[in-house]
C-alpha cells in the first residue's frame, strides 16, 4: 500500500505533511525553551526523522514491532501502521527523536477520546524513541471537516451522517465491533450539524479536562490533532509538546509551542521573544482558546477569528496577531435565543482575550457544549408544527397581547348577551340609565388599568428579550430572572383578568340599588353569576394561550448559556405543571359551572334567548374543553423534553 493511501488513514494529525486547510497559519515545529523563558525558535528540526523516514518500508523491522505501511509524518516524527510481533497485534508505532517525555505524558492518560499509549522504548543507537500506542481506524479530523466543508457550499448544511460518510471513505482499516460505541454511531447519524458539533466539541472537552486534572496540557490542540473513529467517536492525539504541570522532574529539554492558528493570545506572547509573558501565562483556558476554535471550524469549515495579513517576519506575524486576539472575540450571533444563539455564546465564551472570563475546565465546556445540543434537539423535535406556533415564535410578546385580550371580548360577549336577556328587561327607565352609565365608568377604569398591569409585567420582559437578541452577552442574573417572569407570566395576567372582572358582581348591583333606591328582584345573584361566568371564561383561556406563548415562544429561547439548560430546567419547570393543570381544570369545570349557574337563575327556563345562550355555552365550552386539552397535552410533552422526563420513563 502507499503512503497516500496509508495517509488517509488514521494518523497523529501533526505526523502528516497534508496541508491543514482549516488553519490560516501553518503549524511550526516548537523552539527549545531558553533557561529563563520560551521564546520562538524559527529553525525547524532536521535530526533523525528523516533518516527514519528513509529507511523504514514494509517489512522492516525495528525492536518489537514490524513495519506494514506509514501512516502519517510530520516534524515531529513518523507514524507508522506496525504490527508488534510478540503480541502479534496491530498498532500505530511512533517513530521520533529520543527527545521529551510524550509517552510518559500520555501513557498517564487513559480516557476514551484520548489515543492510547501503550509503551515507549528507545531504540539500540538511544536516538530513536519508539511510541507504541492504539491503532484506531478512522480519519484526521481536519480531513472530516474538509469534507464537511464541501457538502455545506454545496448544499448549505451537512449532518452527523456525513461525518460517518466521510470517516468510512477516508479509512481503509477496519476497526473491532464495539457494541456500546455502535450506540455513538447510531445517535450521530440522527444528529444535523449543530448537534453533531456539539456531540464531538464535548467528547474532546471532556478529554481535556480529564487530562487537566491529571495535570497535563495539551497546547497544540488543533483538527489536524484529533482523530474520528469508525463510530464517530473523537480522539485527542499528539501531546508531543503538551506540559506537564504537576511533574517537577520535567526536563528542560521539553518543547513549547503550538500552531499560530489555534493558540489563545497570551500563547502567542509567550510564543514571542520580545514579550514578558512566560510559559506558565499557558494554563488550561488556553487549551479551551484552542478547542473552541476548533469546534467552531468544526460547524463552519472556517475559523471565527480574524486574522492579520500574512507576511515574511513570523515574529511580527506571530505580534500583530497576539494584538488582535488581545482585544476581541467573535461576536455573538444576532436574533432571538435559540441553539445557534447559544452556540455562538458558548464559542465566545471560550475565545474571550481575558482568560479570567473563559470556561474555567473542560467540564464547563462540555456541559456548555451538551445543553446546546439538547437544546437542538428540542427544536428540531418541534420544527414542524402548525402555523400558530410559528407565529408565536417569531412575534412571542403580540401573542401574549392577542391571547390575553380576546377571551376578554369572549368574556364581554357572554356577558352583554346574559345582562341583555336576564336583567336589563327587568330595569326600570331609571334603573336602565343607571346601568349604562356604571358600563362605561366601569369599562372606563378597569380597563386602562388592566392594561397598565399588562405593560409593567411585559416590559421588562420585553427589554431582556431585546437585549438578548442583540450580539453582547446579557448578564445571567437578568436571564434568570427573566425565565422565571416568562413562566409566571400566565399566572400574573390571571390575577389582573381576575381582578378585572369579579368585583363587577358586586359594584353593579350595589351601585344601581343606591342610585336607584330600589332593585329588581334577583339582581345580585343575576349580576354575580354574569361576571362570575364571564371572568371564568376570560381567565381560562386567556391562561391557556399565554401558558403556551410562554413556554414556546419565549421560555425555551431563554438559554445563552446552555450548560443551565437541563438543570434549570428541572428546578424551574415543575410549577409550571400544576398551572396546566389548572388550565385544563377550568376548561372542564367553567362550563359545566355557568350551565349549573345559568340554570338556577333563570326566571324562565323556557325563554327562546335564554335556551340558544344556554345551547352556545355548551357548545363553546366543549369545544374550548377539547381545544385545551390538546393544548394542556402538548405543553406536557413540551415540558418532559426540557426537563429530561422523557427520557426517564
Known sequence: MSDDTKQSDVRLASETETPDVTGAAPSMPPPLPQPARTVLN???YTGSVRFAVDVMKPGDRIDDFEVEGVLGRGAFG??????????????????????????????????????????ETVDSSQTLKLLCMQLVPGAPLNDVIHDLMQIRQARGHWSGADVLASVDTRSKLTDIFDPSALRD???????????????????????????????????????????????????????????????????????????????????????????????????????????????????????????????DNRLLYVERMAAVRGVTGPDIVEGAGDAEKAFSYTIAKCLDPDPEKRYASGAELAAALQGVRELRGYERRYRRQHWIARAVQAHPILWVVIFSLVPQFVGSLFNISYNATQICTKFSPEQHAIFQKLVFGYNLVIYPLAILAGVMLLVPLLRSWRRLEGTQAVDQQEIDWARRRTLMLPMWLLLVAAGGWLPGGVIFPLLIQYFAGSAPPGLYHHFFSSF??????????????????????????????????????????????????????????????????????????????????????????????????????????????????????
Open 42 to 44: 524559527t529553525q525547524p
Open 78 to 119: 513518523v507514524v507508522y501502521l506496525a504490527r508488534q510481533i510478540s503480541l502479534d497485534r496491530q498498532v500505530a508505532l511512533k517513530v521520533a527523536p529520543n527527545l521529551g517525555s510524550e509517552g510518559r505524558t500520555m501513557a498517564r492518560l487513559e480516557h476514551k477520546h484520548i489515543v492510547q499509549v501503550f509503551s
Open 185 to 311: 454511531r447510531e445517535a450521530l447519524e440522527e444528529m444535523d450539524d449543530l448537534e453533531a458539533t456539539c456531540w464531538i466539541g464535548a467528547c474532546l472537552a471532556e478529554a481535556v479536562d480529564y487530562a487537566h486534572r491529571q495535570g497535563v496540557l495539551h497546547r497544540d490542540i488543533k483538527p489536524a490533532n484529533a482523530l474520528v473513529n469508525r463510530y464517530g467517536q473523537p480522539l485527542l492525539a499528539d501531546f508531543n509538546i503538551s506540559f506537564q504541570s504537576l511533574d517537577e522532574n520535567a526536563s528542560v529539554d521539553e518543547r513549547f509551542g503550538g500552531t499560530l492558528a489555534y493558540m489563545a493570545p497570551e500563547h502567542l506572547e509567550a510564543f514571542h521573544p520580545d514579550t514578558d509573558v512566560t510559559a506558565e501565562a499557558v494554563d488550561q483556558r488556553s487549551d479551551l482558546y484552542s478547542l473552541g476554535i476548533v469546534v467552531a471550524e468544526l460547524l463552519t469549515g472556517d475559523s471565527p477569528l480574524e486574522f492579520p495579513p500574512k507576511c
Open 532 to 649: 362570575t361566568i364571564s371572568g371564568l371564561i376570560a381567565v381560562a383561556y386567556s391562561l391557556c394561550g399565554v401558558q403556551y406563548v410562554a413556554l414556546r415562544g419565549f421560555y425555551s429561547r431563554l438559554w445563552p448559556r446552555a450548560e443551565l439548560f437541563r438543570t434549570s430546567a428541572e428546578r424551574e419547570i415543575p410549577a409550571t405543571r400544576w398551572r396546566v393543570g389548572l388550565m385544563l381544570g377550568l376548561a372542564f369545570v367553567v362550563p359545566t359551572i355557568a350551565a349549573g349557574m345559568l340554570l338556577l337563575t333563570a326566571d324562565d327556563a323556557n325563554d327562546p334567548f335564554f335556551k340558544i345562550l344556554n345551547l352556545s355555552l355548551s357548545i363553546g365550552g366543549g369545544a374550548g374543553f377539547t381545544g385545551m386539552l390538546f393544548v394542556a397535552f402538548r405543553l406536557w410533552r413540551i415540558m418532559d423534553y426540557l426537563t429530561g422526563a422523557d427520557r426517564r420513563q
